[in-house]
């Protein structure tokens, strides 16, 4: 799989609309944002680079851009979490699952539980 850039916050906010309803407007996200919500210029910017940095497409209808993920949830999450490991634990999985073992105060089932998942992979 190719290196996916990471987002912003904003942008990953913007993405999670995408992820949970597939295709949309901008109108349709901004419809769906809690109270205060931003313009839609700022939203409409925010897909835009979006979709030049290849996260999503779209489909004109007329005037209508009707946007699409191109890239899964999964798959982002995947690379982001690569990405941390990398970044902060020097490559090392176990250095992440011993961190957040001392820092959730996991217990041993689920710190075994969480062993039983990585094994499997």
Known sequence: MNEVRQLTKAEEEI???????????????IGKMDEPRPPHSSVSTIVRILEKKGFVGHKAYGRTYEYFPLITKEDYSGQSLKKLVND??????????????????????????????????
């Open 15 to 29: 993405m999670h609309y995408f992820w949970e309803m597939d295709r949309c407007t901008v109108s349709d996200i």
């Open 88 to 121: 902060y634990f020097d490559g090392s999985f176990s250095g992440l699952v011993s961190f957040i073992a001392k820092e959730q105060d996991i217990d041993l089932k689920e710190l075994n539980e969480l062993m039983d998942i990585l094994e499997k992979k």
